[in-house]
C-alpha cells in the first residue's frame, strides 16, 4: 500500500501496524463487515415480509390458510437453528437442483442417490459447475439469507400474531359499525397501529439476528468471524512479511466491539421509532406523551 | 406480460451461464503452510497453489480456488461445493470410501511430536487437528487426544499448556519450531503416516480424476513436481 511497506521488517511498530493494516488479506477482512451487513439489510425485510405473511396467514378466517401459518410458526420456531442451517441448505439446495434435474433431463435413467454422491445431471446443477467461483458465492449467500428468512420470519411472525391480537377490539369494531370491509379494516385500523405492540419483540428479534451472523460461518460465507480466525492464528516469517504470534484474542477482542457498537447504535435507533410509534396511542407510553406535552 | 419479462430475464441469465467457460474449482483448507495458506495479498498460496495451478495447465482446465474448513471439506465435496479437494490430504481407506483419489503428488510425509521439553509426556494430553490421520494416531497410541478444527489452535494449545505435546505434519510444524527460538522442540521419533497426498476428486467424476492423473504423471516424468516439492519443502525432502 505504502511506499515504504516493501521490507516490513525493518519498520517501527507504527510503520509496521500502517503496513500491515492495509495488505489485501486484511482489506478482505474490511470487506467481510460489508458482507455482514449486506446480510443485515437484506434479511431484516424479507425476514419481516415471511413474518407478515405468517402472521397474516395465521390469523385468516379461511381454516386451512390458518392453519397453514401456525404450522409454519411453530415449525420453524421448535428446531433448533443450527439444525436448521446445516440441514436446511442441503435440502434446499439439493431440492432445487432435483425439480431441475426432473425439467431438464427426463431420460436419465441412473439413481440421483449414489452411496454419499447426489448426482443430477450436468445441465441441473446450480449453480452449472462450469459457473465461475463468483456465481457460486452469490448462490450460498442467497441460500443463507433465504434460511435466515425463514427462521427469523416465523418468530415475527408470531410476534405479528401476538401484535394484531393486542390491538383494542373495540377499534376494529368501530370500524366494523362505520362498514369498513374486513380488508379495509386489517389495512386501515389493525396494521398501522400493531407496530407500537410489535416493536419490543421485534427489536428482540433484531438484536437476535444480528448476534446470529456468524452463523454464516457455517453456511460457507466468508465472514468476519473466518477472517478474524484465519488472521489471528499465529504466522511464521516464511509465509508472510507480518510474522506475528496469536492474535485472536486481539481480532476478536474487535468482533465484540464491532457488535456491542453495532447493538447499541440499533438500541438507539429503535429506541426513537418506539417514541413515534407511541404517538397518540392508547398505551401508557401513549398516554405519558399525551400528559408531558 | 410479466411472465415474459421473467422468461427472458430466465433466457438471459442461462445465456450468460452457458457462455462462462469451464470452470474446475480447487477446495483447499488456506492454514496448512507450505502445503496452502492465504498469503498477504488475501490469495491462496503454497505449494499446492503453484502445483494446481501448473495441473490446470496442463490438462487445459480453468481453475478458481475456493477455500473451506477443514472438518466439513469432504462432504462440501460430495455436495458440490468445489471439484477436488488439493488441501495437503493425506490418501487412506476410510477417505477412499466416500471419494476417489489421483495419484500421490507427496510422497507419504512424516509427523511429528514438539513439545515445550525434552522430558514431555507423550502418552498425556497430545493435541492434532480433528478427521487428520494424525489424530487417528493417536487416539490409537493410548495418549489422549485433544482435537482443535485447525492446525494453527493446536500449536497454541501446546503454547499455552492446555496440551503436553502437539503431534501433526513435519513439514508443517519445522518453520514454527525454527522460529519459537527454543520454545518448542522436537521430541521423539518422527512417525510415517499415510500412503501419499493426492487430489480428493467425486468418485462420479471419473473424466476429472483421469485429466489430473495424466497431468501429475507428466509433472513426474519431467521432474518439474520434484523441483516444487525441493522449492516448498526443503532440500531434504522426499521425491518422485
New interface residues.
Given amino acids: 500500500m505504502f511506499s515504504y511497506c516493501t521490507d516490513p521488517s525493518v519498520l517501527a511498530a507504527p510503520a509496521w501496524f500502517a503496513c500491515y493494516l492495509t ?3 486484511l ?2 477482512f474490511y470487506a467481510s463487515f460489508g458482507t455482514v451487513l449486506l446480510l443485515l439489510a437484506i434479511t431484516a425485510p424479507v425476514a419481516l415480509g415471511f413474518g407478515f405473511a405468517g402472521a397474516a396467514a395465521a390469523r385468516a378466517r379461511f381454516a386451512p390458510l390458518s392453519w397453514l401459518g401456525k404450522l409454519y410458526i411453530a415449525m420453524v420456531r421448535g428446531v433448533p437453528d443450527i439444525v436448521f442451517f446445516l440441514f436446511f441448505v ?1 435440502a434446499l ?2 431440492g432445487l437442483e432435483y425439480l431441475r434435474h426432473k425439467v431438464k433431463c427426463p431420460d436419465w435413467d441412473q439413481p440421483i442417490r ?6 443430477v445431471c450436468q445441465a441441473a ?1 446450480l ?7 463468483i ?2 458465492e452469490i448462490y ?1 449467500f442467497t441460500l443463507a439469507v433465504v434460511t435466515f428468512a425463514i427462521v427469523f420470519g416465523a418468530f415475527a411472525a408470531n410476534v405479528l400474531f401476538g401484535a394484531m391480537r393486542a390491538v383494542p377490539h373495540a377499534q376494529l369494531e368501530t370500524a366494523e359499525a362505520y362498514g369498513m370491509t374486513h380488508r379495509q379494516i386489517f389495512w386501515r385500523i389493525l396494521i398501522p397501529q400493531m407496530w407500537v405492540y410489535a416493536l419490543p419483540g421485534l427489536s428482540n428479534l433484531w438484536m437476535v439476528l444480528i448476534k446470529a451472523t456468524p452463523l454464516l460461518f457455517l453456511l ?1 460465507v ?1 465472514d468476519i468471524v473466518y477472517w478474524a ?2 488472521l489471528g ?2 504466522k ?8 506475528h504470534g ?1 492474535w ?1 484474542v486481539w481480532y476478536f477482542l474487535g468482533l465484540l466491539v464491532f457488535y456491542l457498537a453495532f447493538t447499541r447504535l440499533s438500541e438507539i435507533v429503535l429506541d426513537r421509532l418506539m417514541k413515534k410509534l407511541t404517538h397518540g396511542q392508547a398505551t401508557m407510553g401513549g398516554e405519558a406523551q399525551r400528559k408531558a406535552a | 406480460m410479466k411472465k415474459i419479462l421473467l422468461g427472458t430475464a430466465v433466457l438471459a441469465f442461462s445465456a450468460g ?1 452457458a457462455l ?4 474446475v ?1 480447487m477446495g483447499t483448507e ?2 496448512y ?2 502445503y496452502n ?7 491462496v ?2 505449494f499446492e497453489r503453484e502445483f494446481g495451478d501448473e495441473l490446470c495447465k496442463r490438462a487445459e482446465l480453468t481453475c ?6 477443514w472438518d466439513s471439506i469432504i462432504p ?1 465435496l ?4 468445489y ?1 477436488t479437494i488439493i488441501a495437503g490430504m493425506s490418501i487412506n481407506d476410510e477417505r477412499d470410501e ?1 471419494i476417489d483419489f489421483t495419484q500421490d503428488y507427496i510422497p507419504p510425509a512424516t509427523s511429528s511430536y514438539v513439545a515445550l521439553s525434552e522430558d514431555a509426556d507423550l502418552s498425556g494430553v497430545v493435541a492434532a487437528q480433528t478427521s487428520t490421520l494424525q489424530a487417528g494416531y493417536i487416539s490409537e497410541s493410548g495418549a489422549t487426544l485433544l482435537e482443535f478444527a ?1 492446525a ?2 493446536i ?2 494449545a501446546l ?1 499455552n499448556g492446555e496440551a503436553d505435546a502437539v503431534f501433526f505434519d513435519t513439514d508443517y510444524l519445522a ?2 519450531v ?2 519459537s527460538a527454543g520454545e518448542l522442540i522436537f521430541v521423539g521419533e518422527p512417525v510415517v503416516l499415510g500412503r501419499g497426498t493426492g487430489m480428493g476428486i ?3 467424476d471419473t473424466e476429472l480424476k483421469d485429466k489430473f492423473d495424466a497431468a501429475i504423471t507428466s509433472m513426474k516424468a519431467d521432474g518439474s513436481l520434484n523441483t516444487l516439492l525441493v522449492k516448498w519443502f526443503g532440500e531434504d525432502t522426499d521425491t518422485y
Avoid: C
Fill in positions: 495488505t489485501g488479506k482489506m478482505l442441503i439446495d439439493q449414489q452411496g454419499s454422491d447426489f448426482i446443477k449453480p452449472l459447475s462450469t459457473a465461475p467461483q456465481w457460486h450460498g460457507g466468508e480466525r484465519d492464528g499465529a511464521t516469517a516464511r509465509f508472510t512479511d507480518y510474522p496469536d485472536r | 451461464m462462462a467457460q469451464d470452470v474449482r488456506g492454514a503452510p507450505p495458506f492465504i498469503n498477504d495479498a488475501g490469495e498460496d503454497g478458481e480456488w475456493v477455500t473451506n474448513e462440501n460430495v455436495s458440490g461445493n471439484d466416500v485447525t494453527d489452535e500449536v497454541a503454547r518453520p514454527i525454527e522460529e467425486r468418485e462420479s
